[in-house]
Each structure stands twice: as structure tokens, then as C-alpha cells.
């Protein structure tokens, strides 16, 4: 197996679109080492992207919003005061990750690009409105993380091409975020649905949503129709019972030992009605 560590994202791109054979990049490598250790995956070559200037940074934009470095730990977000108070349901989709000493690796970027249907960070990141800025071989995009997953196991990035920063929209006045999870265990367990809210008010009154939904269909999901069910409302009872029918509307989950399709239908409209209560309750202040 061949090891490297490039010093910038240009060199990654590079060393990833000659490799020969299965590549990984190395994040926090709570997935990749784990893969690893367990004999479901080894790659030929692994490269290390930790050693890239400011992949440690968590950065406030001009704009107000913020930029994340691919290898900026789950634990790392939660101690940062500002994040934490601006995006808490991002932050905390984070938090429940792993243990603490996964905790101390964790990234969001590797769990966006292991593109496990069941990924915490990615309805959080989606509710939020969060983009990811892509460097390969023909420079660099910026692509909505709704469109990174393809399936389970795939992305859409192509050979050469990786993450090289995680982008976080301004929060602005009046907003508020939230995720849940349901799993079987209290904790250290993979989320059998998992929903992100995240919205704005004007006065009493819904203006803006986002809604995200985990582990219900081969990749996460953004959900529309739940989101156009409570814009416009003070999110009564009746713009409850519509986001929630809509959130499990969209569900087209697998029937396993953790959940059957009913229950995790069910549980789907069940947690986004929870979620949407915290996020208003938050962007009231
Ligand atoms: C004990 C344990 C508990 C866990 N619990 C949870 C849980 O509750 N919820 C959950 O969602 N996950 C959980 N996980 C999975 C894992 O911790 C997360 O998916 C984590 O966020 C992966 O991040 P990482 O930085 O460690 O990724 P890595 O292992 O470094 O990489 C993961 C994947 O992302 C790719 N990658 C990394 N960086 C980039 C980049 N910059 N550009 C393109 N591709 C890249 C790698 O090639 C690899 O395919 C758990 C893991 C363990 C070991």
C-alpha cells in the first residue's frame, strides 16, 4: 500500500487521478481505518490530507458565514462557542457521533463522502443549506451537499476530485436548526431515521425551511413538500400534522432487523414534528 501526504489540495487532486488501484483519502479515518482494521476495505493508495495547511480552520466568511476545513473534528466544532451558537443542530448532528474518541477525529467531510445512507452530519448539513468545495483536476466547483451521495457507498465526485472545504451559510436574523435521530440503543448506534430542520421566522411566521432526511432511502434526502408544509405557517398543530405526513411521504426506506418500513415511515413524521418545534422555538430566540 502506498501512503501520501500532498501539502495542498492541487497535489491531492494529482496523486488521486494517477493512482493506480482503490484510493482513500485519510480525514479523520474513523471510517477508513476502521474499514481497514475490520478487512472490509483495503485501499492501494491512501492519501493523507491532514497535513494541509488550514484543514484545521474553522473560519467566519466576510459574508458571515463560515468555512470549515475538511480535517476540523466533530469535538473541535462543539468547543467552538460561535458555531455552536449560530448552528446548533448542525453541530449537534456532529456530536452524536461515535464516542469521544471518535468524537476527537470524526470529520464532516468523511462522513459525508463514506455516503452511508444513515450519516448523521448529512440531513443536519443539508438543512442547513451547507455547500462543499470541490478541487479537481479542472479546478475548482461548489456543489450543494444534497448532491454529493449517490447510493450507498457512492459520491458524485469524479476521479482526481475531492473535498477540499465544507461552506456554512451565513445564519442571519431569526433562524434556528435542529436534527434528530432515532436508534434503537441510547447511544453508539446508527440512526434508523434521522431528520434536520432548519427555518426562519418573521414575526410568528415561517419564511423560510429546509428540511433533511437520513437513512429512509439509498441517500439522504432534501425534502421539499415537508418544507413547503410549514413555510407560510405559524406551525400550527395542522402545519405539523402536513409537515409531518410530507416528511414520511418522502420515505423509501429497507426493512431490516433495526426498523421496518412502517416504523421507520412512521418515526420519520414523528421526529420532524419534534425537530421543526425546536428550530422554531431557537429562532425565537
Ligand atoms: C465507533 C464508531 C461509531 C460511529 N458512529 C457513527 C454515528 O453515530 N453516526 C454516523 O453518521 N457515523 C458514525 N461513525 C462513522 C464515522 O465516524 C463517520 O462517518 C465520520 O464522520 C467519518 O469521518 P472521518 O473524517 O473519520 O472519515 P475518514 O475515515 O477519514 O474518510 C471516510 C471517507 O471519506 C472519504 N474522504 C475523506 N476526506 C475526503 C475529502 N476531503 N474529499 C473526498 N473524500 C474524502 C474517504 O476516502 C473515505 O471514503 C462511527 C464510527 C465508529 C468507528
Not at 430542520?197 to 432534501?222: F, H, M, Q, S, Y
Not at 408544509?229 to 402545519?239: C, E, F
Request: net charge negative; glycine share 10%.
Amino acid at each position: 500500500m502506498k501512503y501520501h501526504k500532498p501539502q495542498d489540495f492541487d497535489e491531492a487532486s494529482r496523486l488521486a487521478a494517477g493512482a493506480k488501484g482503490a484510493t482513500r483519502f485519510l480525514a479523520g479515518g474513523t471510517d477508513v481505518l476502521v474499514q481497514m482494521r475490520a478487512d472490509v476495505f483495503t485501499p492501494d493508495e491512501i492519501i493523507d490530507l491532514k497535513h494541509i495547511p488550514g484543514v484545521k480552520d474553522i473560519t467566519r466568511r466576510a459574508d458571515g458565514g463560515w468555512t470549515i476545513g475538511i480535517a476540523v473534528s466533530g469535538a473541535e466544532m462543539s468547543e467552538h462557542a460561535d458555531l455552536h451558537a449560530e448552528w446548533p443542530g448542525l453541530v449537534e448532528a456532529m456530536d452524536l457521533i461515535g464516542s469521544t474518541q471518535v468524537q476527537g477525529r470524526a470529520t464532516l467531510v468523511g462522513n459525508l463522502c463514506n455516503a452511508s445512507p444513515a450519516a448523521d452530519s448529512v440531513p443536519a448539513m443539508i438543512a442547513a443549506g451547507v455547500t462543499v468545495t470541490v478541487t479537481g483536476p479542472n479546478g475548482s466547483r461548489e456543489v450543494a451537499v444534497e448532491d454529493i451521495p449517490t447510493g450507498p457507498g457512492k459520491t458524485a465526485l469524479a476521479r482526481g476530485e475531492l473535498i477540499s472545504a465544507v461552506n456554512i451559510p451565513a445564519r442571519g436574523d431569526h433562524g434556528g436548526d435542529a436534527y434528530e435521530r432515532f436508534i434503537p440503543r441510547t447511544e453508539m448506534d446508527i440512526a434508523v431515521v434521522g431528520v434536520g430542520i432548519n427555518l426562519r421566522l418573521d414575526g410568528d411566521t415561517v419564511t423560510e425551511a429546509r428540511v433533511g432526511l437520513g437513512a429512509v432511502a439509498p441517500t439522504a434526502l432534501l425534502v421539499q413538500e415537508a418544507a413547503d408544509a410549514i413555510i407560510g405557517t405559524t406551525l400550527d398543530d395542522a402545519a405539523l400534522d402536513k409537515l409531518a405526513a410530507a416528511t414520511s411521504a418522502a420515505c423509501k426506506p429497507i426493512n431490516d432487523k433495526r426498523g421496518t418500513v412502517e416504523f421507520r415511515t412512521h418515526v420519520a413524521g414523528v421526529l420532524a414534528r419534534r425537530v421543526a418545534l425546536t428550530a422554531y422555538k431557537r429562532a425565537k430566540g
